[in-house]
């Protein structure tokens, strides 16, 4: 009786390890990363290194064909993962080469392996997919996604909008490199960020192949296709600039296209090397989109644009495309610094000074309409009252504003130390709002910033005037 005793536990045990494959198995990955303002956007359980991403569009049928390639390190032991990819009709999923498993729920693609995957193990995953992309509208009204033009499209994608035309881990927190191939019919161009490895014609249809190396957040890919004007402008020194514009925009663009490569060379000189092969611009119809935007590499601007969205936008390619940030609270890192970025053109280029700029708006004679003067202080910049408001004054103006509170606390010297130190200590990562100021304070040991963080940064109204 007492052997049988010992022996029937020694069994469970062993049938036990048996049925487990003597393994742990794995759990979905779940669905969103609990971004303060798009809770759903990103996805747990995985971190995406490559998207390869092939693309047929027809511009008469608004008809879009893909098949993309994700590789993948997963975080975590996996029985299921999810991509974010709103409408298209999803023929087909792969992982490792074998047929998978998929059902969709709302924007959700949720993918199940035949085996389960394990932390650490690097897995393709191959969507096939087709259907006219949707155009999505943003909290704030704005519209983003896949925008139809006269003569072909627009794909924009901040904040949500990469997931109308390709499945991915939509969150800035998770960037990759990317390789872009768009057919189109002969005689339209398709543009996308990084450098053209190829272009082939065959059949009555023109393929382009992007690449893109350094990591890049999906909501600054983009997509261009119609008629456009493609040329490499002359530089002294300073990355290629390559410049597409759109021929209704040609001469109007000219003399401010023109001038990009002394823009980038100007911001060189303050914040660094530029962090990117090439550089240049799109320059879309009017209306094409409602914003200009920092697709990396090549910024979108909808119609001929003005210097100081040029500036701005060029910018971001430091702060925002090479530097970005980890959730979506943080964007006044990235329009906080390309406002302030404003300021300092104007500074160098004989126009107000930053200070004399603080100071009006400050004092709320910045701006011809006093509601927008009084927008400022709507919320703090580091905590936007909500994700219809991530994009309004305080990000952009009062974040600037922070900025020069800084400046006036540390001096010249220290400050534009701090903003090339900042650029290149994160260089292709991310960072949040804590990082910096614990990099600030590191750079200004001896500095108070307590009331910069209490009143400007995160304080609620207009702060007291010192």
């Known amino acids: 009786m007492s052997r049988t005793v010992r022996i029937v536990p020694t069994l469970l045990i062993s049938l036990t390890l048996t049925a487990c494959g003597g393994g742990v198995h794995g759990a979905p990955g779940g669905s969103g990363v609990h971004d303060p303002y798009f809770p759903m956007m990103g996805n747990g359980g995985y971190d995406v290194t490559h998207y390869d991403l092939t693309l047929a569009y027809e511009p008469a049928g608004r008809h879009l064909t893909g098949t993309a390639v994700i590789t993948a390190r997963a975080t975590k032991d996996l029985s299921a993962f999810d991509l974010d990819l709103k409408g298209l009709v999803v023929a087909g999923v792969t992982v490792q080469g074998h047929d998978a498993r998929w059902n969709r729920a709302g924007q959700e693609l949720t993918v199940r392996p035949p085996t389960d995957l394990h932390r650490g193990e690097t897995f393709r995953t191959t969507v096939r997919y087709s259907g006219t992309p ?5 909290p704030d009204g704005s519209k983003e996604g896949w925008l139809p033009t006269a003569d072909g499209a627009l794909a924009l994608g901040e904040p949500t909008g990469s997931m109308a035309w390709f499945p991915g881990n939509h969150h800035p927190s998770d960037k990759a490199s990317y390789d872009i191939t768009v057919t189109v019919p002969q005689g ?13 014609t065959k059949d009555g249809h023109t393929t382009f192949a992007w690449h893109t190396a350094q990591p890049m957040a999906s909501y600054v890919a983009m997509v ?32 401010v296209v023109g001038r990009i490569p002394e823009i980038v060379r100007w911001e060189t000189s303050l914040f660094g090397p530029y962090p990117f092969p090439s550089t240049g611009a799109i320059v879309a119809r009017e209306g094409d989109s409602g914003y200009a935007l920092e697709t990396q590499t090549r910024p979108v601007f909808p119609g001929a644009p003005g210097l100081q969205t040029v500036v701005h936008e060029l910018a971001h390619q430091w702060y925002g495309d090479s530097v970005t940030p980890k959730s979506w609270a943080d964007m006044w890192l990235n329009e906080g610094f390309a406002t302030y970025t404003e300021w300092l053109w104007q500074e160098d280029h004989g126009g107000d000074t930053a200070q004399q700029i603080f100071d009006a708006l400050y004092k709320g ?14 919320y703090p910049p580091a905590k936007p ?7 309004d004054s305080p990000v952009y103006e009062r974040g600037a504003m922070v900025l020069h ?13 701090i903003l090339r130190g900042w650029a290149a200590a994160h260089r292709y990562g991310n960072a949040d709002t804590a990082d910096f100021t614990a990099y600030v304070r590191k750079q200004a040991p001896d500095k108070d910033f307590g009331v910069i963080w209490r009143d400007w940064l995160y304080g609620e109204g207009k702060p007291g005037h010192e």
Do not use: C, M
């Not at 021929?247 to 003399?255: K, N, S």
């Not at 509170?405 to 130390?417: E, H, L, P």
């Open 188 to 200: 339209l161009q398709a543009l996308s960020n990084g450098e053209l490895t190829h272009e082939t």
């Open 405 to 417: 509170k800084i400046r006036q606390t540390v001096g010249d010297t220290a400050f534009f130390r």
């Open 224 to 255: 261009a296709i119609g008629h456009y004007s493609v040329r490499q402008l002359p530089t002294k020194e300073g990355p290629p600039v390559h410049v597409a514009v759109d021929p209704t925009q040609d001469q109007a663009a000219a003399e």
């Open 385 to 391: 009252s909500s994700a219809a408001h991530i994009s």
């Open 134 to 138: 949707e155009t999505i509208t943003d």
């Open 365 to 378: 004679n910045y701006y011809d309409n006093p509601a927008d003067d009084k927008a400022i202080w709507a």
